[in-house]
């Protein structure tokens, strides 16, 4: 099955300053992949997603990237705020199943 | 008010007991999951659903037991043969499953400890 690994796991960054999370698969056939942001105590929602026909995807001050051929793909916060902080899931989908990184924990100091 | 209800938000239980937390979704989709989540392991799938009277294993699905007998209930019985089952439960739903399927949409969850 997918396996979809995340990181880091914790990520401390100063207010406006940028943000990467990265995450690797390893079914090929996975086609789509989306980000959920889950803040403390509150259930998972998503924040973007890509398919697998697109290498990049824009929405404000978050942008993710997609490179099939190495199999992974990583989310960009710009200009970080501290309502960003947060735990970050990547996600890989293949067939029916939705399978999730570990999650990254991030942190912005004011 | 559209959205996926989880009930109860805590629960406790006592070893050897089973214990049943309910899922229902108004928002007419098709496909249902279950996830628990613990701590530094992300989201695991215990079981899903792409329509009613049908239901497939997750990857941890040791321990546990579903039904679907109408669209908008998925109710995940925890048993007693659930080793750790002292986790975070979410329940989710998406339009449809399969190739096409998009977004998931997460209940606020349950949290379960068995004492």
């Known amino acids: 099955g997918e396996n979809v690994e995340q990181h880091p796991s914790t990520l401390s960054v100063q207010e406006g300053d940028s943000a990467v999370i990265k995450c690797t698969y390893s079914d090929s056939a996975s086609n789509y992949f989306p980000w959920y942001k889950q803040e403390l105590g509150k259930r998972p929602q998503l924040i973007i997603d890509i398919r697998s026909n697109v290498g990049e995807k824009k929405d404000q001050r978050i942008a993710v990237t997609l490179n099939k051929t190495a199999k992974h793909f990583s989310l960009h916060i710009t200009e970080t705020q501290p309502e960003d902080s947060a735990v970050y899931f990547c996600?890989?989908?293949?067939?029916?199943?939705?399978?999730f990184g570990a999650g990254t924990t991030v942190t912005v100091r004011a | 008010d559209g959205g996926i209800t989880q009930s109860p938000k805590y629960l406790f239980r006592k070893e050897g007991q089973n214990v049943t937390l309910s899922c229902e979704q108004n928002?007419?989709?098709?496909?249902m999951y279950w996830y628990r989540q613990d701590p530094g392991q992300g989201l695991r799938l215990i079981y899903y659903?792409?329509?009613?009277?049908?239901?497939q294993k997750g990857d941890i699905a040791e321990g546990y037991s579903v039904s679907r007998e109408k669209k908008e209930s998925f109710p995940l019985t925890v048993t007693s043969a659930q080793k750790n089952p002292t986790a975070f439960y979410l329940c989710a739903s998406s339009i449809r499953t399969g190739w096409l399927a998009g977004e998931l949409f997460f209940g606020e969850g349950s949290r379960l400890t068995v004492l």
């Open positions: 928002l007419n989709h098709d496909a």
């Open positions: 659903s792409q329509i009613v009277n049908d239901f």
């Open positions: 996600a890989a989908k293949g067939d029916y199943k939705l399978s």
